[in-house]
């Protein structure tokens, strides 16, 4: 780069001294022409008598003198008033040229300003100029003359003429031999002129290609080294490059592109930066959630998850991290808030309108059918793996809303949360179904949807039959709804229409085997079971025997039959009332059966409504009743509420009749020694540990009211087709939950937090309220694998009984 310079300087300079010895050559021919007028010509005369008298004999002399000593060749021209009278060489045809005519007026400034000035003038080079010249590329300088003996220069009584001369610009650079020694060094050049006035550029010798264009040469002189030759005199400039630049620029210039390229690096980093944030950032919906009623609520997620768990449980997190997705997707999508977990590995969504809590639903269903999420599961289990999505929404209007303080957070409270948590329990899989009030909130038109009736049920706490819909989308989106549902099955719905039993199953139907070996052994039939009742004043009273002891419900007017007025279980006045939350499905008709005798008071015969389509064997019916019968007459003591009475461990808490001895009795007379022997057992361990104050301690423990109403909502949340209630169990969650609060106490932050992602996965619980939330759903599962394990022994039991009576039957 400093060769360039070096260079380009050098001829720049060139170019320059010769441009002077021109000006120089025309001083020279200014005192000539003195030294040797005459008389002044005048101004006023006509242009041959302006001449007259005015030639100059020498001038050829001095002329050949001059350009001999100049590497140039130049013209001379002597104009006495303006009007040319002799030129060096002789040019016949540039006589009487007068240069204050119009047409022979220069760009620089007019002949007679220029006079005026008393200055010479540069203009060009300009191509062609005086074409009677024999000159390409005419570099022209006017030198005004005047006659100082006259004493004042300034007064035009004193001016002579002008001096012009015209410098071969082509045969100055061809005497140079430019090009010759440019590309021994290898180097391009252009010689331009801008043009006055316009600034346009106009080429006047270059080495680069002869099909360049204007854009092309602009490109180069940006690229080289650029100078002038005259800078206040004349608009030529010279510039030239190397072919083969060596691109090392200076320190400075290059300190300069690095600290430009540093700051837009940094500043294109920052802008990137700001906008992967931007897009990585979580969605945060609590802009979009609604402050206050009315406002939709959805509950959408799988109901046969725990079957799937038991059965595939590493296909299964997987499909449950693909439908996270899908519902995340979704959220964002239809601008949703996240609430709080209403049933495990179920997504809770609040929105604005109706129409933007179903479209939600119908995404999550679209999409979990179009990508096949549940492929994994399917090609274990075959049709078995396909998962079931249940969508339930409902317009809340009887609901209030917190926003948390601390976390910022927003909580929705109220009968309408309760009613969509027992609604998602009783809808179809695979379908979108909405309550009567979300079905009056939808602004859509009808077209864009289709809204069917399935039939109506009956919620607890609620007095009136409560009719659902299903939302199809019309057009060609119906493909993808009718290849999501699952074989049929009954659904139990009162139904004010068709019959139902077409209808397809709903999420109670395909609850997981866990739940469902529950309800089985807890339900009767009129010819397998029976169920002991008796009277109250505000109803029919149901004895429950469970796994967690027995308890009672009522059933009033224009309820389930398993509504009842107080908590399930026995309780004392110190437990913390909550609003119960068994929902169950009401056939059309329950029939009760005849009474057997009046001796047995209220005992009827009536078909459990918990299962409507699930029939059990035999063995399951004797086993059910067997163990009933023995956690009637010696409950285990972690299952019974001790708050009460000290003695209420060898009582039975409610509806205590010497049917239950009968019962006994038979169960003697009906069954091996062995069965009277685990009875007697059982009864001696509950009456050995009876006065022991360790023991009575651990039986009452001390449960923070706050806390206890806290898990009775969780247990109500989670055990909505159990058939015993939340007293009969509390002892037992309360433990889970202190060993649970201990097991995890030494942990540090990040740890505990693994751990408690872990736990959401693996019980499908969210995590707020996790302990508590754990302890509800570990003692649950406890309870429900003591009852499989005592089906599966009095299974065997039955199976050895059959096989010695059929052995003894052909000995006789």
């Known amino acids: 780069m400093e060769e360039e310079i070096t260079i ?58 001059m350009t001999s000593e100049m590497p140039s060749n130049f013209s001379v021209m002597l104009a006495p008033g303006g009007i040319v009278s002799q030129t060096f060489p002789d040019v016949p045809s540039l006589n009487l040229l007068d240069l204050f005519s119009v047409e022979n007026q220069l760009p620089s400034m007019p002949t007679s300003e220029l006079m005026e000035s008393k200055k010479y003038d540069i203009n060009g080079p300009m191509h062609r100029r005086f074409p009677q010249l024999p000159m390409k590329w005419q570099l022209i300088l006017r030198n005004p003359v005047f006659d100082a003996s006259h004493g004042n220069e300034t007064s035009h009584n004193g001016f002579w003429g002008f001096v012009v001369i015209v410098n071969d610009l082509d045969a100055l650079m061809d005497s140079l031999k430019l090009d010759e020694r440019l590309q021994e060094i290898n180097y391009d050049y252009i010689i331009y002129v801008m043009q006055r006035g316009d600034g346009t550029m106009v080429k006047v010798r270059t080495s680069l290609a002869e099909n360049s264009t204007v854009e092309d040469y602009t490109n180069f002189i940006k690229s080289c080294v650029n100078r002038p030759v005259l800078r206040h005199h004349t608009k030529l400039f010279i510039c030239m490059r190397n072919k083969e630049r060596d691109w090392n620029l200076p320190s400075s210039l290059i300190v300069t592109i690095v600290l430009g390229a ?64 899908l519902q995340q997707r979704a959220v ?32 999550i269903l679209r999409d979990a059918c179009l990508e096949q ?7 274990l289990l075959g049709d078995d793996g396909k998962l079931l999505i249940s969508g339930a929404v409902h317009w809340c209007m009887d609901a209030h809303v917190r926003v948390e303080t601390v976390s910022g957070s927003i909580r929705y409270e109220g009968p309408d949360i309760i009613y969509v948590t027992h609604m998602w329990v009783l809808v179809p899989p695979n379908k979108v179904t909405i309550s009567h009030h979300a079905k009056d909130a939808i602004l859509l038109p009808q077209s864009e949807r289709c809204i069917c009736p399935i039939g109506g049920v009956f919620f607890r706490g609620v007095k009136k039959r409560q009719m659902l819909y299903t939302v199809v989308p019309t057009g060609g989106m119906q493909s993808w709804v009718s290849s999501a549902v699952g074989s049929e099955r009954n659904t139990g719905v009162v139904s004010e229409g068709p019959p139902l039993s077409n209808m397809r199953e709903t999420t109670q139907n395909v609850l997981p085997s866990s739940f469902r070996n529950v309800l089985a052994c807890s339900s009767r039939s009129a010819t397998q079971g029976e169920m002991l009742m008796s009277e109250e004043s505000n109803g029919v009273t149901l004895n429950e025997h469970g796994p967690g002891g027995e308890g009672s419900v009522g ?35 329950v029939s009760l059966a005849t009474r057997e005798s009046e001796g047995r008071g209220t005992c009827d015969r009536v078909q459990s409504p918990v299962l409507s389509s699930a029939f059990r064997s035999e063995a399951d019916v004797n086993d059910s009743k067997f163990h009933s019968i023995v956690w009637q007459n010696c409950r285990g003591p972690l299952y019974s509420n001790r708050t009460g009475d000290k003695n209420s461990s060898n009582k039975p808490t409610h509806g205590a009749t010497p049917d239950s001895k009968s019962e006994m009795s038979d169960c003697g007379s009906q069954r091996s020694a062995a069965c009277l022997s685990t009875v007697g057992s059982l009864r001696e361990f509950c009456e050995s540990n009876a006065g022991d104050f360790v023991t009575a301690a651990l039986l009452r423990p001390s449960i923070p009211q706050a806390l206890d109403s806290h898990l009775r909502g969780l247990f109500d949340q989670y055990s909505l087709a159990l058939d015993f209630g939340y007293s009969s169990v509390r002892i037992v969650i309360y433990y889970f939950y202190c060993a649970y609060q201990q097991l995890l106490k030494p942990l540090a932050g990040p740890e505990r937090t693994n751990i408690f992602n872990r736990f959401a996965t693996a019980f499908g619980v969210s995590h707020q309220s ?31 009984l059959q096989t010695v009576a059929e052995g003894d039957g052909t000995v006789s």
């Open 770 to 800: 996790m302990l508590e939330s754990l302890a509800v759903r570990c003692a649950l599962r406890h309870i429900q694998h003591l009852e499989r394990m005592r089906a599966l022994l009095w299974h065997s039991e039955q199976e050895r």
């Open 262 to 325: 540093v700051l837009g690096g940094l500043l294109i980093f920052l802008v990137a930066t700001f906008f992967v944030l931007s897009c990585l950032q979580d969605y945060d919906g609590r802009e979009h959630a609604p402050k206050s009623v009315p406002f939709a609520m959805a509950v959408i997620g799988p109901s046969n998850v725990e079957r799937m768990l038991e059965m595939a449980p590493e296909a299964t997190v997987l499909v449950l991290e693909r439908l996270s997705k």
């Open 555 to 589: 059933k009033k007017s224009g309820q389930s039959i398993f509504s009842t007025g107080h908590p399930r279980g026995a309780g004392n006045g110190k437990h913390v009332q909550v609003p119960p939350t068994l929902v169950e499905m009401l056939p059309c008709e």
């Open 332 to 363: 964002v999508n239809n601008r949703a808030y996240v609430g709080s977990q209403l049933h495990p590995y179920t997504l809770t969504v609040v929105t604005r309108s109706v129409d933007a809590s179903i479209q939600l639903c119908l995404d």
């Open 373 to 379: 999420i549940d492929k994994p599961l399917q090609n």
């Open 8 to 65: 380009t300087d050098q001829w720049a300079s060139l170019f320059r001294s010769i441009t002077i010895d021109v000006i120089a050559a025309s001083q020279i021919v200014e005192g000539f022409v003195i030294g040797g007028m005459k008389s002044l010509p005048s101004m006023d005369d006509p242009p041959e008598k302006r001449i007259k008298g005015q030639n100059f004999s020498r001038l050829h002399a001095l002329a050949s003198k």
